[in-house]
């Protein structure tokens, strides 16, 4: 019996045992559960990166973008014409003119025509006034002219009356009749810097209304060739042949110029043209209107040359600036006045002469009847002079 018991109690301890490892084997079953199985499975949503956070999108350079002329342009075309004049030209002689074998055969015929024979000039014109002033430049309208048609930019063609000319500045002041009409108004080209943005609006080549766009490239040039007076604006903005006489305008939609000339060794565009500028134009017009010519000072019975490197140097100049007296007549006022020959003109009412042109200018400028104050150079000394400013010979 008690081997028995013996014999049970280590069963019973093994039972106990093994249920013990069921239980905790179990409950480790049961809490792993619990931990990965609360529900349905769900997937881990990715994270959203914040605005902030968020890389910006790849840069896009902007366009390059010019000045805006549109409207300018829009406006300014509208005080522009078309002009074509007629002229008579004069042929020049035959050289058979005088020769008796040919006038006995052709009985004093000639074998080359009229005489004369009609020309047509083509340009542009400005118009600066509601009632039908135009501006345009002398070339255009030429000396023996006929006939002068004006083509308005509404298509309507005008006849033209000839007020004055100024073959000095290449200046022309036409009149139409026609009421109401669009004008560029005036603006200062005395304030115009290199650099500043200008269209040039014409017809070159027939082509009315062409609007073309440059800069300022220079003001002030003289001894172009194109005119006695020259103070010119030079521009890039494309001036072809028939742009003549046609408008400058400056950014706020002014006139600063009338355009004249361009230097080409082709007869086109090759971005260096020439404007008489619009305080010249303008003084030019009012004397037009006012005498029916322009009247200008000039010190009279002198003659003014270029200061040459040989005459520089003869008499002491430190450059070649300047204008030299070459001639002058006793009786005149200069001489009375202490002027000599040999004098280098070097100022004129405290403005610089570099040129005679300068001095033209100048002299020109002032109002007929003052004294201008000549600065010059004698023996290598500087002395001021003061001269009578009288008018040009034919005007009142």
Known sequence: ??????????????????????????????????????????????????????????????????????????????????????????????????????????????????????????GSGVIISADGYVVTNNHVVGENMREILVALPDKREVRGKLIGTDPATDIALLKIEASGLA??????????????????????????????????????????????????????????????????????????????????????????????????????IDDLMKYGSVRRGRIADVTFEPLTERYAAELGAPSTNGALVTSMQRRSAAYEAGLRPGDIVVGVNGQSVITPADLYRHIADAKIGTVGTLKILRERRAVEIRVPITAEAGTR
């Open 183 to 284: 004008k560029v108004p005036w603006g200062d080209s005395s304030t115009l810097k290199v650099g500043e943005w200008v269209l040039a609006i014409g017809s070159p080549f027939q082509l009315s209304q062409t609007v073309t766009a440059g800069i300022i490239s220079a003001t002030g040039r003289a001894n172009m060739g194109f005119a006695e007076y020259e103070d010119f604006i030079q521009t890039d903005a494309a001036i072809n042949p028939g742009n003549s006489g046609g408008a400058l305008i400056n950014g706020r939609g002014e006139l600063v110029g009338i355009n004249t000339g361009i230097f080409s060794q082709s007869g086109g565009y090759q971005g260096i043209g020439f404007a008489v500028p619009s305080n010249l134009a303008k003084h030019v």
């Open 1 to 122: 019996m008690s081997r028995n018991r013996q014999l049970l109690l280590p069963l019973v301890l093994l039972v106990a045992g093994f249920s013990a490892g069921l239980v905790l084997s179990g409950r480790m079953r049961l809490t792993t559960d619990s931990i990965a199985e609360p529900g349905p499975v769900q997937p881990t949503p990715r994270p959203v990166p914040s605005p902030a956070a968020a890389s910006p999108p790849p840069a896009v350079a902007s366009p390059v973008v010019g000045p805006d002329f549109t409207q300018i342009a829009g406006q300014a075309v509208k005080g522009v014409a078309n002009i074509s004049s007629q002229q008579v030209v004069a042929r020049s002689r035959s050289p058979y003119d005088d020769d008796p074998f040919f006038s006995y055969f052709f009985g004093g015929q000639d074998l080359f025509g009229p005489r004369t024979r009609r020309s047509l000039s083509l």
